[in-house]
């Protein structure tokens, strides 16, 4: 209780903006905006859209890229994996890029990775050179290949449940296997859903930047985010693969549980033939047609249960000719 206490006056101690000063380039980082910290933007940057600004604030902004003669607003998303849930879920970043600044939103805060690189650049004079000294638009780059990177961490994860399942889906066909299989099915789809908008997003920019729309960036950029792109389409590709995978497993899962089923059925119609001609048999002898004498007799009561017997095994012998048991 102590560590999580802790953990909570380090996220109340962190400012909710910071910035990044080497050379001419600045660094704004933002996370968990509120309307403060938007109001601090549109004072050191009045030529940001009040709009872009509004998107900032709001959490249901599709990813999309807008155009301006200084400089470039993007909206991301990016999947995080929420242990409680089972699934991934989308989590929102803004980029502001001009020729010497970037400004980054972090809406949710949950993307580690993009708080810890803020804070190596932040402690490090040596980061700050390497990832800051050729612009925004190389520091830009780092951002989002970093993120998109740690897409590849979470396809291995998905990987090594799917291996868990088909071992598994066989010798354990049951409800457990089956709801297993729906969890791991679901967290596919929902990643499909964060990265697929991105692709669009990037393949737009790359073409954008190959095309030189966009003098305040650096000239080589296209062949960059070309590199961030193919790793989206790699994903997706490895997704749709994932996709299918499990479908087919679930497609076994409901047929091995059929059959379990239709096995039980047939186990109980069998018994239920068996048994019904015992009693026929049963009835007929206790009937008030037949004497009770000849009930009672031994010889004929063995005659009797002899022929139960029979039917029975005559029955059980048939089911098994028939493949049935």
């Not at 802790?6 to 101690?13: G, N």
């Not at 073409?207 to 296209?222: A, C, M």
Request: aromatic share 8%.
């Amino acid at each position: 209780m102590a560590l999580t206490q802790r953990a909570k006056d380090e996220l109340q101690a962190q400012p909710a903006m910071s910035e990044i000063a080497f050379g001419d380039l600045t660094w704004t980082y933002i996370e968990r905006p509120a309307q403060r910290e938007m109001e601090n933007l549109a004072r050191n940057h009045p030529y940001f859209h009040p709009l872009n600004l509004d998107d900032c604030l709001s959490r249901i902004q599709r990813p999309k890229i807008d155009e301006y003669d200084e400089h470039l607003f993007m909206v991301l998303h990016f999947p995080v994996y929420d242990r409680q849930a089972q699934v991934s879920s989308p989590s929102e970043v803004d980029f502001f890029i001009g020729k010497n600044f970037l400004v980054t939103v972090h809406c949710s805060g949950n993307l580690k990775r993009l708080s810890q690189f803020f804070r190596d650049c932040q402690t490090d004079e040596t980061a700050r050179r390497k990832y800051m000294g050729k612009g925004s638009g190389h520091l830009f780059h780092q951002i989002i290949d970093r993120l998109v990177d740690a897409i590849f961490p979470m396809l291995d994860k998905i990987n090594d449940k799917i291996e868990s399942l088909q071992d598994t889906v066989i010798t354990r066909p049951e409800a457990r296997t089956a709801q297993r299989i729906l969890v791991v099915r679901h967290d596919i789809i929902s990643m499909q859903r964060v990265v697929r908008p991105q692709i669009e997003v990037m393949d737009s920019l790359e073409r954008q930047l190959k095309r030189r729309r966009h003098p305040f960036l650096e000239e080589d950029l296209g062949e960059y985010f070309g590199d961030v792109g193919d790793h989206l389409h790699k994903i997706r590709g490895v997704l749709e693969d994932q996709k299918d995978i499990i479908d087919s497993l679930s497609d076994t899962s409901n047929w091995l549980t059929s059959h379990r089923i239709q096995g039980i059925m047939r186990l109980l119609t069998m018994f239920l033939a068996v048994f019904t001609a015992v009693k026929l048999l049963s009835d007929m002898e206790g009937a008030n047609s037949i004497p009770r004498a000849w009930v009672h007799n031994s010889p004929h009561f063995a005659s009797a249960v002899a022929v139960q017997v029979t039917i029975v095994i005559g029955m059980v012998f048939l089911f098994h000719r028939w493949r049935w048991i």
